[in-house]
């Protein structure tokens, strides 16, 4: 083996480990630096950056100077900002544009200048990345700075916008400089073409006219960048005479106008001062001149041009023109001017002054509308006048002529003049006249006497379109005291007047509404007088006058106009008045008035229908007289008929709890059914009643009339304080109800009806049921009545509460009955039960039975010529406790005979009939009257015999032998029967038999004649 060989190849072997280090490292240090380049290369956005060749240029001093055309700057670093030199070299347009706009960059364009870093030129910010801006805007020569930066500097981007600046020369207005009055640009008619250029450029123009005329302006072919104004001045200064602005882009303007000799001004510009057109508009002057008026100078009334009847044409020219016209009259008559063919520029108006003067105005005619024609129509008298036209407000004129007609029409005298005053009033009576109202201002006046009281018509007919025709009536014997009028405001329509008027003269006025018209031709005046019979019932126009009545009907009359009717009934007792008025003629709006008791104050007053329509009233009365009251309303109506007057007057059933109005005076009542009333109105029903333990009281009120809304108010215990409850539920004609757990004492229930304002005659029904058990204590004995006739309870008239049950199924009362005494049985059965009401004479015998359940009420009326009589109560189910009252009613008087008339044929010489109408009375235990009529010798009677509602009956008739002649006939309630007899006879017998009911029966006997056979 060769060492050193070896040992060299070490050393070669080391040597190219170092270089093979020493090249790897070289490489790495080249990696190294291109990775920084790289790094220095990069953003903070991480894009590669181009170098920005105009910067720095981020104000206005370091402002890059750029030739028009395009470059490609960029927003770079944040909050940078472009500022670039651009000059004008002449007058013209600039265009500033940039695109290619990086999407996170909103750009913002300002444009200052010229020769100015501050004076804003122009301005664009969509507020949009990435979005264009654009501007454009007229220019004069000179430099102008473009700002452009990011909106809020808060990006950038290495990415170039593109900037582009273009300038558009304009080429020279040749009526400029014409900015002002002072150097306006000389131009004549014909055709010109001037620009707005630059924004806010006026254009005035001077032009000379000779003759009078009409100019045409007109502005055409207006680029729609311009919005034009025209205003002409003049003449011979700066007022301005007209103008046109349609306020539209692009749109054209013209004006029309009169003119007259003398220079004017006409500027033409845009609305908007920032507005600016390269392009040219059409000036268009347009002179058209104007013959004269014939008529002219006649613009006031010292000038003003004397015509006839005729026709004529002048015309309204210039603007501000009057034309005045002079005609004469040689007598009274009408004056007729139109003025027809009107230009739709003039709005006419007609004025006549006159007679004999130019200022005294006689009417006009004006109808505001321009283009309408005019007329007037006028009455005139001798003398001369004077014809004023022009167009409203003195601010247009027309080339057209107008045609202007005048025609004068003399006036044939009125027969009935002079009666322009009540002292020369034309008398007349019922016919036909032909007056005239003529001239303006007429009126006429008439006058009629009148004999009897009646009713006088007066119509007016035939009446021209020109009247709006009235008629006044004064009177009596006066031309001041008004009477009635008509008036329908309407013209042309025929007025006419119909009153009841008393005896006397009476003055007609007729004229026309305002006194502002006339008319040639006559109207028709009617005149019709009708005599009236009088009303029997007269004078009753008063409550001293009043007329006395009683039930029954009436038929009366409202006559005259302004008549009221005044009745007095007087009313025995407490009960019911029913005043009712019916058949009531259509010119009648009829109202009641009711005042009392024993006063003219006012007690009920009803008006609720309407005109032809009936009237009723209902009221509750007191003992005493009362007035009726019956007029029309407004007292401004009347009738020749008659209307119906129908009065009733009933007594009411006393109520046989009162008199219970206050706590001191409580109706005692157990649990049971009660039948009392509200009546009269403002009537409070107060009752007790005693427990003595706790128990759940049911109160109910039921049956309540529809008239009455029921209030329940609970007192108690032991006091009349405090109030425990009180219910209503306000609704009329509803029931109420109280239910309470209540503890031992005793309490007080008020029954009233809410406004305490109504009344009802029918009963309504109380309830009280408690769950306590029933205690004997029958008719307030302590125990229980009597179970047969010998051991029957003896008590006086009153009220009186009882029980049945299963263990007392039956209970006997005895009372007392004076002669010819009729007494009221009063009973209403338990609440939860049924049974049997009994009633015997004194012998036992059985005068009625009647079944009743469930708190059932019945009243009997009873008499008998016995001392006394009996009452039983006989259980047929259920238990519970009855009511009873037992009251004095009436003594009877039979036909006036202060008793009973006897009950069979022997007897019946007592009462002895005679002619005229009488009155009777059946019922229980008085069930039979005969009465005796005495004839003369061949006298023949009608006798005639009437039911009450509660009563029908069997009638019979008997000759003196007691034989009967007419036989069991019978008569139904609140029916009539009649029979005409003729018996040839001594005497005849009369027989009534009660078959259900008992009531009052009316017998009256007339003499029909003597037989003369």
Not at 340 to 349: A, P
Not at 504 to 529: C, E, H, M, R, V
Not at 546 to 572: E, V
């Amino acid at each position: 083996m060769n060492t050193n060989s070896t040992n060299k190849k070490a050393s070669l072997s080391e040597h190219s480990i170092f270089i093979r280090s020493l090249f790897f490292s070289a490489c790495i240090l080249v990696m190294i630096l291109f990775m920084v380049l790289c790094l220095l290369s990069i953003n903070a956005d991480g894009a590669t950056r181009n170098p920005d060749s105009y910067e720095p240029n981020n104000d206005a001093q370091s402002a890059s100077t750029i030739n028009f055309g395009s470059v490609y700057p960029t927003i770079y670093p944040v909050a940078d900002a472009d500022y670039f030199n651009v000059s004008a070299p002449t007058l013209g347009t600039m265009t500033v544009q940039v695109t290619n706009v990086p999407s996170d960059i909103n750009i913002v364009l300002y444009v200052y200048g010229p020769n100015s870093t501050t004076t804003q030129r122009a301005y664009a910010n969509s507020n949009s990345n990435g979005g264009n801006e654009y501007v454009y805007f007229d220019c004069a020569p000179g430099y102008y700075i473009i700002r452009i930066y990011d909106y809020g500097n808060d990006n950038s981007n290495t990415q170039a916008y593109n900037l582009t600046v273009t300038h558009v020369p304009v080429s020279p207005d040749i009526y400029e400089y014409n900015n002002d009055f002072a150097n306006a640009t000389t131009i004549s008619t014909g055709s010109h073409y001037p620009t707005i250029f630059p924004s806010n450029d006026n254009d005035y123009y001077n032009i000379t006219f000779y003759e009078y005329g009409t100019l045409t302006i007109s502005v055409s072919n207006v680029p729609s960048a311009l919005n034009p104004v025209v205003r002409l001045y003049g003449p011979n200064s700066t007022s301005q005479k007209a103008y046109a602005d349609s306020n539209s882009y692009g749109n054209s303007e013209s004006i029309y106008t009169d003119i007259v000799p003398g220079y004017y001004y006409i500027r033409v510009y845009s609305y908007s001062t920032i507005d600016f057109s390269t392009l040219k508009y059409n000036l268009t002057i347009t002179f058209s001149p104007f013959p004269p008026d014939i008529y002219e100078p006649n613009n006031d009334a010292q000038n003003a041009s004397t015509i006839s009847s005729g026709y004529y044409y002048p015309t309204i020219f210039p603007t501000g023109d009057v034309d005045w016209y002079n005609i004469s009259f040689p007598t009274m008559g009408t004056l007729s001017v139109s003025v027809t063919n009107v230009s739709s520029r003039l709005d006419i108006v007609i004025y006549i002054y006159g007679p004999n003067s130019s200022t005294s105005s006689q009417g006009y005619a004006d109808s505001g509308s321009s283009g309408s024609s005019e007329s007037i129509f006028i009455q005139v008298y001798q003398g001369y006048y004077y014809i004023k036209v022009y167009s409203f407000g003195n601010d247009d004129f027309a080339t057209l002529a107008y045609n202007l007609t005048v025609k004068f029409t003399p006036v044939s005298p009125d027969i009935y003049e002079n009666n322009d005053n009540p002292q020369s009033a034309y008398t007349v009576s019922s016919g036909s006249y032909y007056p005239t109202i003529f001239p303006t201002g007429d009126i006429d006046w008439f006058n009629i006497s009148i004999e009897t009281q009646g009713t006088l018509s007066v119509s007016v007919t035939s009446v021209s379109s020109r009247l709006d025709i009235v008629i006044y009536i004064y009177g009596p014997n006066s031309s001041t005291t008004f009477q009635g009028y008509s008036d329908s405001g309407s013209s042309g329509v025929s007025e006419s007047i119909y009153l009841a008027l008393q005896p006397g003269y009476y003055y007609i006025k007729i004229y026309s509404y305002g006194n502002d018209d006339f008319a040639t031709s006559p109207y028709t005046l009617t005149i019709n007088y009708v005599a009236v019979p009088p009303d029997p019932w007269e004078p009753n126009n008063d409550f001293a006058n009043a007329t006395l009545i009683s039930s029954g009907t009436y038929t009366p009359q409202i006559f005259p106009k302004g008549d009221m009717d005044y009745f007095n009934i007087s009313c025995s007792e407490l009960g019911v008045l029913y005043v009712n008025v019916t058949s009531v003629p259509s010119s009648l709006d009829i109202v009641i008035r009711v005042c009392g008791p024993n006063s003219t104050t006012q007690r009920a007053y009803v008006d609720s229908s309407g005109a032809g329509y009936s009237e009723y009233l209902y009221i509750d009365v007191l003992p005493g007289y009362y007035y009726i009251q019956i007029y029309s309303y407004g007292n401004d109506d009347y009738s020749t008929l008659n209307y119906t007057l129908q009065i009733s007057y009933m007594p009411n059933q006393p109520d046989i709890f009162e008199q219970n109005n206050d706590f001191a005076n409580a109706s005692l009542i157990t649990p049971g059914a009660y039948y009392p009333t509200i009546f009269p109105t403002g009537d409070k029903d107060f009752f007790n009643f005693s427990l003595p333990s706790q128990a759940k009281v049911y109160i109910n009120v039921t049956q309540v009339s529809s008239r009455l809304d029921p209030i329940i108010v609970l007192y108690g215990p032991n006091a009349t304080l405090p109030v425990i409850l009180t219910v209503n539920s306000y609704s009329s004609g509803g029931s109420e109800y109280l239910y309470k757990e209540l503890g031992p004492g005793f309490y007080y229930i008020q029954i009233y009806s809410s406004g305490n304002d109504d009344f009802s005659t029918s009963p309504y029904k109380l309830t009280i049921e408690t769950n306590l058990p029933t205690m004997h204590n029958d008719a307030g004995t302590g125990a229980d009545a009597g179970n047969n006739f010998t051991y029957a309870t003896y008590i006086p008239f009153g009220n009186y509460l009882g029980n049945i049950s299963d263990e007392d199924v039956t209970d006997y009362y005895k009372f007392d009955l004076l002669p010819n005494e009729v007494v009221y049985v009063n009973f209403t059965s338990p609440v939860s039960g049924s049974c049997y009401l009994y009633i015997y004479d004194s012998t036992q015998y059985q005068e009625t039975s009647t079944y009743l359940s469930n708190s059932a009420t019945i009243s009997i009326a009873y008499s008998s010529y016995q001392p006394y009589f009996f009452v039983r109560v006989y259980r047929n189910s259920g238990s519970g406790t009855y009511f009873m009252n037992v009251t004095h009613y009436f003594f009877q008087n039979d036909a006036l005979s202060d008793g009973d008339a006897r009950n069979n044929l022997s007897l019946a010489n007592d009462p002895s009939l005679s002619v005229g109408s009488f009155d009777g009375f059946l019922c229980y235990g008085d069930t039979h009257d005969y009465f005796v009529y005495h004839l003369q010798p061949n006298e023949a009677v009608y006798v005639n015999i009437t039911t009450s509602s509660n009563l029908d009956i069997y009638f019979y008739m008997y000759n003196s032998a007691e034989n009967i002649v007419i036989g069991s006939t019978y008569v139904s309630p609140g029916s009539s029967y009649s029979v005409l007899y003729s018996p040839h006879d001594h005497h005849f017998f009369i027989r009534f038999d009660k078959y259900t009911g008992f009531g009052t029966y009316l017998i009256s006997v007339e003499r029909w004649g003597f037989q003369n056979d």
